[in-house]
């Protein structure tokens, strides 16, 4: 083997080419049918040498066996497209997970309801107006609770008026019918007899009621034991032995006192009018000491008796 085949390391004889004419660094081949540099395949033995494989100083230096040599040439081809295709490689890899991840993101946020995605327009139209029309019937609803409640609000209050009203009324007619004590401004007439005549029962009831005609409200007569009736519109007045007076029933000795609520003012004069009953009390020889009082209690109480016969009539 000559030391030609040995330089190739291929055994055989490097078939004679074409040589590129040299000239300066970076300018292209001046003849007509030279290859484009871009076109050369980087894989082909005649294509620009790779920096790693420099061609060795001293012929004498290369690898004296065949298989040495082959080894030596198959890897300087292949490593260095074999490290780009890597690198390319691990970018795409990194480009398609990034891809990936972003759809999966955006199909996470864009489909949070599968159904309604995937509906139909009709479908659609059909839930838009059953939303539409139970929004109208719980507004209806509210609007009918609303009523009821102000209702209810208004009812409240007028049975609450009702019965202050009613309270107000029954206090009234209790005070009329001597069932309930009263007090508030008026007077004092005590009855004080002369030597000659006793205080009659016409006397006190003609005081009764020229006093109820002067707009009292309530009275109570009291004699001189501190028996004391409530005076009502069903009370009446008889003569007793030895000047005492049967009220209701119930006997009283003098003198007697009258207490009345009502108008101070307009009952003195009602009482002092002339042939009245201070004019009529003293042309017996007796005497009416009227008194007024800022605080006048009624503080007796008139039982009530059972109706047989009466009833209200509605």
Request: no cysteine; net charge negative.
């Amino acid at each position: 083997m000559s030391d030609e085949h040995r330089e190739t390391g291929t055994g055989w004889p490097q078939p004679a080419g074409p040589g590129r004419p040299g000239g300066p660094a970076g300018e292209p081949d001046p003849r007509p049918d030279a290859p484009d540099p871009d076109e050369l395949s980087p894989l082909s033995p005649s294509g620009r040498p790779e920096p790693d494989a420099a061609p060795s100083a001293d012929p004498e230096e290369a690898p004296a066996t065949e298989p040495a040599g082959r080894a030596s040439d198959g890897g300087s081809a292949v490593a260095g497209p074999w490290r780009r295709w890597s690198s390319a490689a691990v970018m795409i890899g990194v480009l398609l997970g990034l891809l990936g991840f972003t759809l999966a993101v955006q199909l996470k946020t864009t489909s949070t309801d599968s159904s309604l995605t995937a509906a139909r327009q009709e479908d659609l139209v059909r839930i838009l107006y059953d939303l539409e029309a139970r929004e109208i019937r719980l507004r209806q609803d509210i609007a009918a609770l609303e009523e009821s409640q102000r209702q209810l609000r208004s009812g409240e209050q007028g049975r609450q008026a009702a019965l202050e009203e009613a309270t107000r009324r029954a206090d009234e007619l209790g005070i009329l019918a001597g069932t309930l004590p009263a007090r508030g401004p008026g007077l004092a007439v005590r009855f004080q007899a002369g030597a000659a005549k006793p205080i009659s029962a016409s006397r006190v009831l003609d005081a009764v009621q020229e006093l109820r005609g002067a707009g009292a409200e309530a009275m109570q007569i009291s004699g001189g034991d501190r028996a004391t009736v409530r005076i009502v519109a069903s009370t009446y007045f008889t003569n007793g032995e030895n000047g005492s007076l049967i009220v209701d029933g119930r006997r009283l000795t003098g003198p007697f006192t009258i207490t009345v609520i009502g108008d101070p003012a307009t009952m003195r004069t009602a009482l002092s009018i002339p042939g009245g009953v201070v004019a009529s009390v003293a042309g017996d020889g007796g005497n009416v000491i009227v008194e007024e009082r800022e605080v006048a209690e009624v503080s007796a109480l008139h039982v009530p008796r059972t109706l047989e016969h009466s009833r209200p009539v509605a």
